[in-house]
Every structure is written in C-alpha cells, then in structure tokens.
C-alpha cells in the first residue's frame, strides 16, 4: 500500500517540476491533511512543507481539539510556479492518493487551491464542509498568525472543527 501512495505522490509532483524541492511530510496513512499555500523560510530551509512554527501551531491546535491520528502535511503552491490548472491537479492526486478524512487549509491560497483541486466552491474560513468522506476546514492564515494580533481568529477559525 505504501510503495502504491508513494507512486502516486510523485506522480503528481512530477505535473509541477520542482514541486518536491519542498516535501510533503507524514504518516502515508493519514487522519489529518494540512495543506499550507506557498511554502514559507523554514520550510524552504528544511526541505519539508510546515517545518516551522506554523506546523507546531497546526499539530497544537489540532491536538487542543482533540482531532486526533497521523497527519500529512504538504504545500499547495510550489517554486517555480505551476498553473493554476496544474496546482489543482497536483493536490488533488495528493488528496486521493492519502485519502484523508479531514483536509485543512491553513492560509487563503491553500484554501483556493483545495476548492480548485475539488471542484467545489470557496471554502469559508471558521466553517467546516462536508464531503462523501472528507471533511473539510480552512484557516486565514495560520504562519502569518503566529507574529500579529490575528492569532486569536486564527484559533477561532480552528474551533470550526468542534461545531461538526
């Protein structure tokens, strides 16, 4: 099973050239996907999508929820830039190849990129949408939350989760 996930996540990298210069990074068997926009300095840094305090304030969070079991985490928008048309293709074979039962976007382009990716409308932030299998929960902006007074909305946001 794993080597069969494995050929599917390259399969969608190699539809953005590059796009594994920043690794998504879990468990192949995940609960939880965490889906960030753009990847940002410790991530570009470590090589691996949410290595900075974003990725500890997600996996808090989560656990603050009591949303619990293996997480994947992966960044949406990659360098060099790929199409809109492609970055949705590349995140959807990622979101059907891990099959996740929640799927949260952390910041607005990871929100954009996973209504792309599913061809479904935008979602909204703080508010959870149901999907055959999938739950689905998008968050302003979590990283660029940790350094401003948005945090507490941020967290509010996350609290979308206990109103499912």
């Known amino acids: 099973m794993e080597a069969k996930v494995r050929a599917e996540l390259s399969a969608a990298d190699a ?3 590059g796009s594994a210069a920043i690794a998504g990074t879990g468990s192949l068997t995940p609960a939880v996907l965490l889906v960030k926009g753009t990847a940002g300095e410790a991530d570009i840094s470590a090589g691996v999508a949410l290595a900075g305090a974003d990725g500890e304030a997600a996996r ?3 656990d603050a929820l009591d949303v619990t079991g293996p997480l ?3 960044c949406s928008r990659t360098v060099p830039v790929c199409g809109p ?3 949705g293709s590349r995140l959807r074979l990622i979101i059907e190849a891990l099959d996740p039962s929640l799927a949260v976007a952390l910041d607005r382009e990871a929100a954009e990129d996973i209504s792309s990716a599913l ?4 979602l909204p932030f703080g508010e959870t949408v149901s999907l055959p299998g999938r739950t689905l929960l998008a ?3 979590l990283e660029a939350s940790l350094a401003g007074d948005r945090k507490a909305v941020v967290w509010q946001q996350f609290r979308g989760l206990r109103r499912t």
């Open 119 to 122: 061809g479904i409308p935008a």
């Open 72 to 74: 994947y985490a992966v």
């Open 15 to 17: 539809l953005c050239p």
């Open 85 to 87: 048309a492609e970055t």
């Open 60 to 62: 808090k969070a989560l």
């Open 139 to 141: 968050v302003d902006g």
